[in-house]
């Protein structure tokens, strides 16, 4: 029966390696890594807890799969072999889950596997896109500048992710505080007033009943509001990664009010735009990009728009004549591409577009941060005053009574 191993050994020039393989037998582990031309110093049994990791169920951060694919294309053109380099990786990556994936991989590779078809073998962590321009810098023999390119596109990725981010933190954190400070009123505050309006008797106003009605309800019956709360966003998130769901999803995301709809469309615009112009430049067939780019845009109706696209190319037409049609395609856009096409420099073109969507992101994501202070502030004092008021009207009755 087949078990895994940790190992620490050294290769030809001294050089410490450690993984993990699978095996039948500690003597079969040393036959493997003899075969590897590594001299074996320590081998032992894998425990079923240590496999037991929180970072199994963690996603790989896009800055460590761009640092992991700069450093593996660094050592290729180096001079380092592909084989000998993932074993660097193994020793240098810090996210346990990447390392567990470039062992995998390099196990795949000496079985005969090419480094796109290992990859392939991970789509959680490695996308079509990365594995499209990975397998182009293979078949064309340039493989380091190929993973320069990846990297590059990992970078601008994580760069655009941090702008949306960073922006919404303030936005987050004033929810969050007036979120606590509301059901602080309701389980707390109200509850004493409740007590008081209790003694003096009388009939009390509507709003004030309803306040305390909210209040006796948070207070006795939370679980219904807790487990409410999460069948509500579970349900949600499931009909948003639903086949009939999702499209409408997108479609309300490009026409949200506050220029929400304008932001996720930007959004859009550049991830794609970058998507492609990675992929066209490092080689990858046009009709084969386009279709990746698709696949990978995060977005439905982006993604139907590329394979209308890709229908009128293989056609005969050009992308620039099937964007036209497309109404989340501004002209500026369509332009651009079709001057891109015409000079024959898609790529550069692309990348372009994309560093002036990424531009426009973050000024539009401040901007929308400017608008939400002061409406969120003005939503919560709202919610304040309506519950102060609540509280205050049966005093005034309790005041006009006595006199």
């Given amino acids: 029966m087949s078990q895994s191993y940790a190992f620490r050994a050294v290769d030809s020039l001294g050089v410490k390696v450690k993984g993990e393989v699978e095996s039948e037998s500690p003597e079969g582990v040393k036959e493997l890594l003899r075969g590897r031309g590594l001299l074996t110093l320590e081998v032992k049994l894998k425990s079923k807890s240590a496999e037991l990791s ?3 169920f963690n996603r790989v951060k896009l800055e460590d799969l761009s640092l992991m694919t700069r450093q593996l294309s660094t050592m290729i053109s180096s001079g380092l072999s592909l084989m000998r380099a993932l074993m660097v990786l193994e020793e240098q990556t ?3 889950r990447l390392k567990a994936a470039v062992l995998i991989i390099r196990q795949n590779i000496e079985s005969g596997a090419s480094l796109s078809d290992a990859l392939a073998r991970h789509p959680k962590i490695f996308s079509q896109l990365y594995v499209a321009m990975i397998r182009a810098g293979e078949t064309g023999g ?6 320069i390119r990846v990297s590059e596109q990992l970078e601008a990725q994580a760069r655009l992710r941090r702008q949306v981010r960073g922006a919404m933190v303030y936005p987050a954190v004033v ?8 059901a602080a009123m309701l389980l707390f505050i109200i509850p004493v007033f409740a007590g008081v309006f209790k003694q003096f008797g009388g009939t009390m106003p509507s709003l ?3 306040t305390i009605a909210v209040s006796n309800a948070l207070r006795h019956q939370w679980y219904f509001f807790l487990f409410g709360s999460i069948g509500i966003v579970t349900a949600f998130r499931r009909w948003k990664a639903s086949k009939s769901g999702q499209p409408v999803w997108d479609r309300f995301r490009l026409k949200a009010p506050a220029k929400i709809g304008t932001i996720v469309q930007k959004i859009a615009l550049a991830r794609w735009a970058r998507t492609l112009s990675s992929l066209t430049s490092a080689g990858v067939p046009v009709l084969e990009a386009i279709d990746v780019t698709g696949r990978t845009a995060g977005n439905t109706v982006v993604e139907r ?3 209308a696209v890709h229908n009128s190319v293989q056609g005969g037409g050009t992308i620039a004549a099937a964007l036209t049609g497309e ?3 501004p002209s500026l856009v369509v332009n651009m591409v079709r001057v891109g096409e015409e000079t024959g420099a898609l790529d550069s073109t692309l990348g372009k577009v994309a560093d002036f969507y990424e531009e426009q992101v973050d000024a539009a994501v401040k901007s929308l941060t400017s608008i939400l202070e002061p409406l969120m502030i003005a939503v919560v004092g709202t919610i304040v005053g309506f519950m102060i ?6 005093m005034f009755h309790v005041y006009d009574a006595i006199k």
Avoid: Q
């Fill in 142 to 147: 340039f493989l380091e500048d190929a993973l």
């Fill in 327 to 329: 109404s989340i395609f």
């Fill in 94 to 96: 810090e996210s346990k």
């Fill in 305 to 307: 728009a590329m394979a």
């Fill in 54 to 56: 929180f970072d199994r």
């Fill in 389 to 394: 008021l609540a509280m205050y009207l049966p």
């Fill in 208 to 210: 004030t009943l309803h």
């Fill in 175 to 182: 929810s969050g505080i007036a979120l606590c400070v509301v």
